[in-house]
């Protein structure tokens, strides 16, 4: 069975405090990890990181994945107070339907 | 920006009631899914759709679901006969062809159960 374990569960940080957050994965036939942010309902997609590229910067997000160890880390450096959100870790697999396995995700709050 | 919708945003519905849950994916997108979010819990993959059949279902997704695209834009979820575990954040979420798995999602659909 597929797996997704995302670290930490909850995090509380202060406002401008740099975080990473993990993701580690046991999956068949791996394609692409994903993270998305949740805020109130929908989950915003944020980045996908495959083969052909396993590291991904917007503005003060960024990620990588480590195909060997089998996990990720998303960072967000100087955090505010809109990064508080429930970030999703997924991973898709080849095949036609590529469907997604999520991860339980990390809260994180920012406070000021 | 295009995005996915889905109607209603909350529905109530007494057990053993059938539910049909709307979604209008991104228009050039091909490949449609619907995943789950109990509250408290993981988001759950359900089924994924694609050129007019399902391509994929889990174990979730028993006789009691079903998934059409009646016409061009719209697709839909249908539960049978609701259960009170059927309770739920029932998302949409659709990609276009070649896009790996680069899935945008709907607001979703809180589906409450009495």
């Known amino acids: 069975e597929d797996k997704v374990v995302q670290s930490p569960l909850s995090l509380v940080v202060h406002e401008g405090d740099t975080v990473t957050l993990n993701c580690s994965y046991e999956?068949?036939?791996?394609?692409?990890l994903l993270w998305y942010k949740q805020e109130k309902k929908a989950p915003t997609f944020l980045f996908m990181l495959?083969?052909?590229?396993i590291e991904k910067k917007s503005g003060r997000l960024s990620s990588i994945l480590d195909k060997k160890e089998l996990f990720s880390i998303l960072n967000i450096t100087a955090t505010q107070t809109g990064d508080s959100a429930v970030y999703l870790c997924?991973?898709?697999?080849?095949?036609?339907?590529?469907?997604?396995?999520f991860g339980t995700g990390t809260r994180l709050q920012v406070t000021l | 920006e295009p995005e996915v919708t889905q109607t209603p945003s909350h529905q109530v519905t007494q057990m053993g009631q059938e539910v049909i849950l709307r979604c209008v994916p991104i228009?050039?997108?091909?490949?449609f899914y619907w995943y789950r979010q109990i509250l408290g819990q993981k988001v759950e993959f359900l089924v994924s759709?694609?050129?007019?059949?399902?391509?994929?279902k889990s174990e979730i997704f028993d006789d009691q679901f079903s998934v059409e695209r009646p016409d061009g834009s719209n697709f839909t979820l249908k539960i049978r006969s609701t259960k009170l575990e059927d309770s739920a954040m029932y998302f949409c979420?659709?990609?276009?062809?070649?896009?790996?798995?680069?899935?945008?999602f709907g607001p979703g659909t809180r589906l409450t159960v009495l």
């Open positions: 228009s050039n997108h091909l490949y």
């Open positions: 759709f694609y050129n007019n059949e399902i391509s994929e």
């Open positions: 979420a659709s990609r276009e062809m070649g896009a790996y798995n680069e899935q945008f």
């Open positions: 997924a991973v898709g697999v080849t095949g036609t339907a590529s469907k997604l396995t």
């Open positions: 495959t083969s052909s590229g």
């Open positions: 999956v068949t036939n791996f394609r692409s």
